[in-house]
T-cell receptor, first 114, second 117 residues
């Protein structure tokens, strides 16, 4: 079956620090990979995605590269801001079948202090 | 308009009450979803509607009853809930449910925080 494992939080950083949140996956076939962000009191927003091996998704200074050889999709940002404080979810969508079901990781809480 | 609007934002209900959650989108999306999210957990898929027909029911108890009156609206009717049903209920929509390109982007609402007493 499909599964997503992401690093346990919480992660606490100072402003302008470098961020890495690790994500690895298990899936059959060729999944698409996503990072979603959830700000306090809100729903999820798609942050970035990659649909095939070696694709790099990027948005708002965040990047993640689809690594098939290591089954990973680690999220990185060179300089975090206080406004980046949120919960980050790694997710995959498998290519099999026509039904749409995202498999989410457990989420990583990021707190950025000024 | 790229919003999914959910009402109410907060709901407190007793175990004998009947209430409904509402979701609306005007992006022309043909797939709509209900997710349940417990605190500090990822969202769990409950139902998927495609072209106003129920496509996926993730073995959800019958005390949750979804309804899709038209392509823009999605309701979740609640009856005889249990305290363990307290959670954030998220609605989402996408262009379609088949894999490929823009269809893969889900737009989420801000959710309804439900408390069952």
């Amino acid at each position: 079956g499909n599964s997503v494992t992401q690093m346990e939080g919480p992660v606490t950083l100072s402003e302008e620090a470098f961020l890495t949140i690790n994500c690895t996956y298990t899936a059959t076939g060729y999944p698409s990979l996503f990072w979603y962000v959830q700000y306090p009191g809100e729903g999820l927003q798609l942050l970035l995605k990659a649909t095939k091996a070696d694709d790099k998704g990027s948005n708002k200074g965040f990047e993640a590269t689809y690594r098939k050889e290591t089954t990973s999709f680690h999220l990185e940002k060179g300089s975090v801001q206080v406004s980046d404080s949120a919960v980050y979810f790694c997710a995959l969508l498998n290519s099999g079948g026509s039904n749409y079901k995202l498999t989410f990781g457990k989420g990583t809480l990021l707190t950025v202090n000024p | 308009d790229t919003e999914v609007t959910q009402t109410p934002k907060h709901l407190v209900m007793g175990m004998t009450n009947k209430k409904s959650l509402k979701c609306e989108q005007h992006m022309g999306h043909r797939a709509m979803y209900w997710y349940k999210q417990k605190a500090k957990k990822p969202p769990e898929l409950m139902f998927v509607y495609s072209y106003e027909k129920l496509s996926i029911n993730e073995s959800v108890p019958s005390r949750f009853s979804p309804e899709c009156p038209n392509s823009s609206l999605l309701n979740l009717h609640l009856h005889a809930l249990q305290p363990e049903d307290s959670a954030l209920y998220l609605c989402a929509s996408s262009q379609g449910i088949t894999r490929g390109g823009a269809n893969e982007k889900l737009f989420f609402g801000s959710g309804t925080q439900l408390s069952v007493l």
